[in-house]
């Protein structure tokens, strides 16, 4: 097989190093005592939120430190679904720092604060203004609509935002990229 393989065109050659890989992972799923993926991680410790779809048992407030910073205890991912407004609809806050999409985490200190206000959910689009003040200028304020995903998050035009729960406390991180070009990491958590 290698040596029909050694005559494919250059263009196609990529292509021989994908079927060895495949070859090699079919092999090593047929071994003897081999464990399913899910078994085999979850031997590991995970830095992923769990997913849940939990009542709403939280407070107003900011969490003890979220994925934005370290510690603060674990954090759950809350689906996101446009069937409880209620869950979404108010005012929604809290520092960003700038972001290094190459290894999608965040760097330096926080350079901003943002204020998001949600003020209707209809269908599966949620709709509100964002404020946000970057390294202490005021921007102006902005329309925000953002569209539920199957996944359970809200994607914005130029932003995905997922719900997090942390120690009774819920907040939205958002990745989004301001008119300046720059990525940002931003931390929202409902204050009404």
Known sequence: MSRSLDRLPAALRPARLALGALALAAGLVALPGAEPAGAASSRYETSFPQITDEDDDYTPGAPPAGRFESGGGPVREVRM????????????????????????????????????????????????????????????????????????????????AILFQQGGQRYIEADIQLNNGKYYRMRLSRIE
């Not at 999608?104 to 959910?121: P, Y």
Request: no cysteine; proline share 5%; charged share 25%.
């Open 81 to 160: 679904d446009p069937s409880d407004p209620a869950r979404y609809v108010g005012v929604w806050e809290g520092p960003f720092k700038l972001m290094n999409m190459r290894y999608f985490e965040t760097e330096g200190g926080i350079v901003g604060h943002a204020r998001l206000t949600i003020a209707d959910v209809q269908g599966t689009l949620a709709r509100g203004l964002m404020r946000i003040e970057l390294e202490g200028e005021e921007r102006p304020v902005e329309r925000w609509t953002g569209a539920f995903t199957k996944s359970g998050h809200i994607m914005v035009m130029n932003a995905h």
